[in-house]
């Protein structure tokens, strides 16, 4: 009987601590969003897809200027619709989500292209997905990875150009037999990527693992397949990560790592993809 009591006293005290961390986690989060009334021309619309596990759908704390709206930085809601911008992008892990990197790579990406140019940002990263699953077209955490990708490129193809992807992926594929074909698998995915939209040169970019990992040798091999394909497509680029810090968990970046691969993205499309 005491045994049993001890277990829901321990029980208790869990459920009251997630309680906490997670009211801490959603403290800023947006209690609302704004629909577009206006959509601006096609052409005038540029859209970038973000695709990947959690690095990408985001896990950062989110704060107030997080939620600023821009008039100019779109993105869409679980239905499909086009709202003003506010982190959290991703929607699909509730629980989990937290401040990604798309805000933050807008705003600079703004700054650099012409002022009746637009940003609609496509969120289709889901946690703990790992590259097969992609390529399988796996039902991971109730999001089947890749058509929920084409459904949501659908959607940006309707309103507006895609001009780019910004990928963050591998930490799911940091194991002996996933990293050797890794670089393989990239070429596989993002052919596929390619061909939904439509654009054999579409730019990828893509953002290095951490440097913060306690099975570190094993992430530092899948930043060297990483490497080594963007040697082999002209199209796409890479962004280094190493210097940025994690949340305290040893696996994603905390929000000042976020915004700054965000800014990162914005200054890589811009020189190698911008003209």
Not at 19 to 24: H, I, K, N, P, T
Not at 164 to 186: C, T, Y
Not at 189 to 195: A, E, P
Request: charged residues 20%; hydrophobic residues 35%; aromatic residues 10%.
């Amino acid at each position: 009987m005491k045994k049993l009591f001890l277990l829901f006293i321990i029980a208790a005290i869990t459920q009251i601590t997630y309680a906490q961390s997670d009211a801490e986690r959603t403290k800023y989060f947006p209690k609302n969003h704004e629909k577009i009334s206006v959509i601006p021309p096609k052409t005038k619309l540029w859209v970038f897809v973000m695709a990947g596990q959690s690095n990408m759908a985001g896990r950062g704390q989110v704060e107030p200027n997080d939620t600023i709206t821009n008039s100019r930085i779109l993105t869409i809601n679980k239905q499909g619709d086009l709202i003003y911008a506010k982190e959290p992008l991703h929607f699909y892990e509730p629980t989990r989500t937290g401040l990604d990197c798309g805000l933050s790579f807008a705003n600079n990406l703004l700054k650099n292209i012409p002022h009746d140019v637009s940003i609609l940002l496509i969120p289709t990263a889901v946690g703990g997905s790992a590259i097969g699953q992609w390529l399988g077209d796996s039902t991971y955490r109730d999001v089947k990875l890749l058509t929920n990708f084409k459904e949501k490129v659908a959607i940006g193809m309707k309103y507006g150009i895609v001009r780019g992807i910004l990928w963050h992926q591998g930490e799911s594929d940091a194991s002996p037999k996933r990293i050797a074909v890794h670089e393989e698998n990239l070429k596989s995915l993002f052919g596929t990527f390619r061909k939904t939209v439509g654009n054999s040169k579409l730019p990828i970019i893509l953002g290095e693992l951490g440097s913060y990992s306690k099975t570190n040798a094993e992430w530092q091999q899948i930043n060297q397949q990483l490497r080594t394909y963007v040697l082999s497509d002209k199209n796409s680029t890479i962004i280094q990560t190493q210097d940025l810090k994690h949340k305290g968990d040893d696996i994603h970046f905390d929000a000042a790592g976020q915004r700054t691969i965000g800014e990162r993205f914005a200054l890589a499309f811009i020189q190698k993809f911008y003209k």
